[in-house]
T-cell receptor, first 111, second 114 residues
Framework: LAKTTQPISMDSYEGQEVNITCSHN???????ITWYQQFPSQGPRFIIQGYKTKVTNEVASLFIPADRKSSTLSLPRVSLSDTAVYYCLVGDSGGYQKVTFGTGTKLQVIP | NAGVTQTPKFQVLKTGQSMTLQCAQDMNHEYMSWYRQDPGMGLRLIHY???????DQGEVPNGYNVSRSTTEDFPLRLLSAAPSQTSVYFCASRTYGGTNEKLFFGSGTQLSVL
């Protein structure tokens, strides 16, 4: 799997838009980019996945530039309940086996 | 739908004891895996399986055994528990070989080894 680099932590006030960027310089042609969210004392849960350009769902948006060497998870108008750790993973959606997580980005939303 | 079910939720062991952490999924997923998460750390892959009868090691396999006799179950065995194995353990599953694959995680087992 391609190695990823994310900020260790971020703070944001409630109601603001939060952008978390992940670097993955060695991304391969077949690799997809997937983001997970983990609340304390819970297992991670899938947020969004993309291959190129922009993907949007009811929770977040994912922006991927043309060179795909980075990606940005965008959370609109965060609330206190968005306080969590966010993980960026890069891998071949066709069946990669050793799915490894980095340390993620700890987002703290401040009232 | 139950998804991924882990038992027990909490367990305390003495050094040298053995135990099995249970994981079951009802989504007919081929791929299953075990992770451990230490305080303030990310998840580290212990073992994984891409189908019944097929298992392989992850990043931190020492001290743990696994087997996969059915598609639904993927137990994790600690043969002789050590304090260094105190951690939260997560089981996960997903489809294998398709597109838009995502991992589904259980709620975790908090293990303390004294």
């Amino acid at each position: 799997l391609a190695k990823t680099t994310q900020p260790i932590s971020m703070d944001s006030y409630e109601g603001q838009e939060v952008n978390i960027t992940c670097s993955h310089n060695n991304i391969a042609t077949n690799d997809y980019i997937t983001w997970y969210q983990q609340f304390p004392s819970q297992g991670p849960r899938f947020i969004i996945q993309g291959y190129k350009t922009k993907v949007t769902n009811e929770v977040a948006s994912l922006f991927i530039p043309a060179d795909r060497k980075s990606s940005t998870l965008s959370l609109p108008r965060v609330s206190l309940s968005d306080t969590a750790v966010y993980y960026c993973l890069v891998g071949d959606s066709g069946g990669y086996q050793k799915v490894t997580f980095g340390t993620g980005t700890k987002l703290q939303v401040i009232p | 739908n139950a998804g991924v079910t882990q038992t027990p939720k909490f367990q305390v062991l003495k050094t040298g004891q053995s135990m099995t952490l249970q994981c079951a999924q009802d989504m007919n997923h081929e791929y299953m895996s075990w992770y451990r998460q230490d305080p303030g750390m990310g998840l580290r892959l212990i073992h994984y399986s891409v189908g019944a009868g097929i298992t392989d090691q992850g990043e931190v396999p020492n001290g743990y055994n696994v087997s996969r006799s059915t598609t639904e179950d993927f137990p994790l065995r600690l043969l002789s528990a050590a304090p260094s194995q105190t951690s939260v353990y997560f089981c996960a599953s997903r489809t294998y070989g398709g597109t838009n694959e995502k991992l589904f995680f259980g709620s975790g087992t908090q293990l303390s080894v004294l």
